[in-house]
């Protein structure tokens, strides 16, 4: 089993809806968690880090659930420059050890 | 203030063969970590370097192998490429290891072996 799995959508939504997708990991001792976004050939950027209680940052809030070893990204009011993809990342027990999830792609269309 | 530079950005080789990649962390970072990102596939981790030494290490052959400088600088070898190696190989910088920030990576060397 993969360390962390996400959806591979990809995802096509219209601009202006709201879309939602998860993460799972298997290690129960992870420590921390954050989404980074991707662009298509650059490399990847911290969109936000995943606290216990939930945080949000303008249009996007992300969740962690450590009793069933998921966390999420929900974006609303999305926009064209929302499409890339996103990925799932986990800092295990080992600190030094940061794993990446393979990415959800999101498409958003006029 | 300079980001994470990567040398060289494309490069293409044959099977068999051995390529170093340098980066330069970010100003103020001592911990250099290396991915390597298949086409469609998310950033699997290959080691990071503290202070000079490897401290921890991804699922990957002894062919690849690291380096670290006095001034935080690194290097990553790959030895007898395979055409499997293909991929953008990404190094990340980050403030100290274990700390809880985010990493900030270079915009990758993207390898070719034929």
């Known amino acids: 089993r993969k360390e962390v799995e996400q959806d591979p959508g990809p995802f096509n939504v219209p601009e202006g809806a709201t879309v939602a997708f998860n993460c799972t990991y298997s290690?129960?001792?992870?420590?921390?968690f954050f989404w980074y976004r991707q662009d298509c050939r650059k490399e990847p950027k911290l969109l936000m880090s995943?606290?216990?209680s939930g945080n949000e940052d303008g249009r996007f809030t992300a969740q962690l659930n450590r009793a069933s070893q998921y966390i999420s990204l929900l974006i609303r009011d999305s926009k064209l420059s929302d499409s890339a993809t996103y990925l799932c990342?986990?800092?295990?027990?080992?600190?030094?050890?940061?794993?990446f999830g393979s990415g959800t792609r999101l498409s958003i269309r006029p | 203030d300079a980001g994470v530079t990567q040398s060289p950005t494309h490069l293409i080789k044959t099977r068999g063969q051995q390529v170093t990649l340098r980066c330069s962390p970010k100003s103020g970072h001592d911990t250099v970590s290396w991915y390597q990102q298949a086409l469609g596939q998310g950033p699997q981790f290959i080691f990071q370097y503290y202070e000079e030494e490897e401290r921890q290490r991804g699922n990957f052959p002894d062919r690849f192998s690291g380096h670290q400088f006095p001034n935080y600088s690194s290097e990553l070898n790959v030895n007898a490429l395979l055409l499997g190696d293909s991929a953008l190989y990404l190094c990340a910088s980050s403030p100290v290891a274990g700390g809880p920030g985010e990493l900030f990576f270079g915009e990758g060397s993207r390898l070719t072996v034929l």
């Open positions: 990342v986990e800092r295990g027990s080992s600190a030094s050890k940061i794993i």
């Open positions: 995943v606290y216990s």
């Open positions: 290690n129960s001792a992870s420590q921390s």
